[in-house]
T-cell receptor, first 114, second 115 residues
Framework: GDSVTQMEGPVTLSEEAFLTINCTYT??????LFWYVQYPGEGLQLLLK?????DKGSNKGFEATYRKETTSFHLEKGSVQVSDSAVYFC?????????????FGRGTQLTVWP | DTGVSQDPRHKITKRGQNVTFRCDPI?????LYWYRQTLGQGPEFLTY????????KSRLLSDRFSAERPKGSFSTLEIQRTEQGDSAMYLC?????????????FGPGTRLLVL
């Protein structure tokens, strides 16, 4: 079945460090891929998405590229800020189905120190 | 557009009691999803509505759980005879099938604690 595997956290970085959070997926066909972020005390927010191979999603300095050949969608940011501290979830939804349920990874806790 | 809202935000109940949660989706969204998130895990799908029709239920949704979406607007999720294992964050999301690339928008969640 469809699934997402994320690198385990927690990840702790200093401000302005480079961030990578790995995400790989298993899916039938060509899923859409998402990164959601959950800030402390808040709900899940869509961070970025990509809907086909080689697409790059980007938002707030974060980027992720849909790599079909490696079934990956790694999240990157060149220079993290304290305000980026949150839990990041990689997710996918299958295409070609009337059911758009999201399959989530376990989440990666990111803490950025000043 | 005020986003997806959920009520209550927190609920503490005793084992064996019934609880009901409400979700109000974004007004033009015809699809509504319920997920459950336990500590340290990603959200897991529970059930899905398109308009008022409940189209799929996860095996996670035991017969103590029931969800409705009358008139295709707000939705309720009821848990009967709650158990301690039901303690979790219950998330609601909505989307529109009219979007070219459908995106789900989440509410803040209802955190349930069963004592």
């Amino acid at each position: 079945g469809d699934s997402v595997t994320q690198m385990e956290g927690p990840v702790t970085l200093s401000e302005e460090a480079f961030l990578t959070i790995n995400c790989t997926y298993t899916a039938t066909g060509y899923p859409s891929l998402f990164w959601y972020v959950q800030y402390p005390g808040e709900g899940l927010q869509l961070l970025l998405k990509a809907t086909k191979a080689d697409d790059k999603g980007s938002n707030k300095g974060f980027e992720a590229t849909y790599r079909k050949e490696t079934t990956s969608f790694h999240l990157e940011k060149g220079s993290v800020q304290v305000s980026d501290s949150a839990v990041y979830f990689c997710a996918l939804t299958g295409r070609g189905s009337t059911l758009g349920r999201l399959y989530f990874g376990r989440g990666t806790q990111l803490t950025v120190w000043p | 557009d005020t986003g997806v809202s959920q009520d209550p935000r927190h609920k503490i109940t005793k084992r064996g009691q019934n609880v009901t949660f409400r979700c109000d989706p974004i007004s033009e969204h015809n699809r509504l999803y319920w997920y459950r998130q336990t500590l340290g895990q990603g959200p897991e799908f529970l059930t899905y509505f398109q308009n008022e029709a409940q189209l799929e239920k996860s095996r996670l949704l035991s017969d103590r759980f029931s969800a409705e979406r009358p008139k295709g607007s707000f939705s309720t999720l009821e848990i009967q005879r709650t158990e301690q294992g039901d303690s979790a964050m219950y998330l609601c999301a909505s989307s529109s099938s009219q979007q070219t690339w459908e995106t789900q928008y989440f509410g803040p969640g209802t955190r349930l604690l069963v004592l």
